[in-house]
């Protein structure tokens, strides 16, 4: 299976503990995204990567979330201090550069639950 | 801001019966529209894409959207549905000030046999 794969896929931890989530982007795929999607809506964006360059942030990525793709690949996802707000499903996609292509590929999703 | 609003939350519909299922959008200028869908259990799965051109387009397994620009909409439309369609459906906009989807709160659709 070449598509993108995240790992944990479920995540359980307690208020104020830090976790890490990673996304494997499609390999030939320069662009790689982080969505939350909550229960009963739809994913909502977090950041976008062009290769290894962080070029988006939305306002959703609070101090507490940092994300980072080191070499152009893999990416992680860093929440500190985890409070039960954070519960979601974290989701990544990817897509190929170039003009117009937009359309994007998801992975599994970690789900997170803080308690 | 650029939105996508789809007012039906849960649909239920018997196998065979026809699916409209309705998305609206906000945004004035050249619209990249999409259709995912999430079947139990799996990850969002591209149904289907409108960039340009047939206002109505095809996409996997019977679905077809029409984008109706004075409107501002782009409806999801099956002919009969199967219970294999049951799942959340999600409508998108590219935004591109964002350079990522905007999705809308999503459809769950419920086929009974």
């Known amino acids: 299976d070449t598509g993108v794969s995240q790992d944990p896929r479920h995540k359980i931890t307690k208020r104020g503990q830090n976790v890490t989530f990673r996304c494997d982007p499609i390999?030939?795929?320069?662009?790689l995204y982080w969505y939350r999607q909550t229960l009963g809506q739809g994913p909502e964006f977090l950041t976008y990567f062009q290769n290894e360059a962080q070029l988006e942030k939305s306002r959703l990525l609070s101090d507490r979330f940092s994300a980072e793709r080191p070499k152009g690949s893999f990416s992680t996802l860093e929440i500190q201090r985890t409070e039960q707000g954070d519960s979601a499903m974290y989701l990544c996609?990817?897509?190929?550069?170039?003009?117009?292509?937009?359309?994007?590929?998801f992975g599994p999703g970690t789900r997170l639950t803080v308690t | 801001a650029q939105s996508v609003s789809q007012h039906n939350h849960h649909v239920i519909l018997s196998e065979a019966a026809s699916l409209e299922l309705g998305c609206n959008y906000s945004y004035g200028g050249t619209v990249n529209l999409f259709w995912y869908v999430q079947y139990p259990g799996q990850h969002l799965q591209l149904l289907l894409k409108?960039?340009?051109?047939?206002?109505l387009v095809k996409g996997i397994k019977g679905f077809e959207a029409e984008f109706i620009k004075s409107k501002f909409s782009f409806n999801l439309r099956k002919p009969s549905v199967q219970w294999s369609d049951t799942a959340e459906y999600f409508c998108?906009?590219?935004?591109?000030?964002?350079?990522?989807?905007?999705f809308g709160s999503g459809t769950r659709l419920q086929v009974q046999p």
């Open positions: 998108a906009l590219w935004d591109t000030g964002r350079r990522a989807l905007t």
């Open positions: 390999s030939e795929h320069n662009r």
């Open positions: 409108y960039f340009s051109g047939d206002p």
């Open positions: 996609a990817s897509s190929p550069s170039g003009q117009g292509n937009y359309e994007q590929y």
